[in-house]
């Protein structure tokens, strides 16, 4: 494959804790967390990057949520480091709201975390350089269905299924994709009214 697009903004750009380094070596082409030559050296980051500057300039940016597939969670900073963000409890009540707003549409569990302990802190995310670099407090990154199980129950599916196992989370049945839509909904306007809320410096 070739960047990660996930690990190729400028904020904490190539940090990865020393064993994530030795053995997924993100400095290198090939590897699935490849970081680039370079922050922004992507030509799709540098023009999410650029429209975000160009809409916080125009107006500062209340809330930022960046959509991916797949896992069932509803992250906030910080992605690249254990240590909580200064904003950390105000974060992570207003993702366990909208989580819980979430549920409440068709009964689908995602859990609110700190992105960073998700699989391994990682820098270069755009959650993270929204959240520090453009100042944008409420800052999320979401990992929509299907829900990834625990580390125990993939490392079998990988024996029984190979490299399937991983992959076909990314092919959600198109049956479930308008409930995909209803429930995230719900969970973008409760941070929404969280956001608008929240005046405070």
Known sequence: GGVNPNCNFPTAFGKFPWWARLFLKPHKPGSPVYQ???????????????????????????LFIDLHSYGQKWMFPRAYTL????????????????????????????????ASTLEIPAGGSALDWVYEELGVRHSYLVELRPG?????????????RGKAAYTDGFLLPKEQIRAVGEEVYAGIVTLAEFSLQDELP
């Open 148 to 160: 990834f199980g625990s580390m125990c129950q993939y490392l079998v599916a990988l024996l029984l």
């Open 36 to 62: 680039g030559e370079e922050p922004l050296s992507e030509m799709c980051c540098r023009a999410v990057a650029d429209e975000l500057r160009s809409l916080n300039a125009m107006q500062p940016l209340k």
């Open 83 to 114: 240590d909580p963000c200064p904003h950390h409890a105000e974060l992570k009540a207003a993702a366990t709201a909208a989580v819980t707003a979430a549920a409440a549409v068709h009964g689908t569990r995602y859990e609110a975390i700190m």
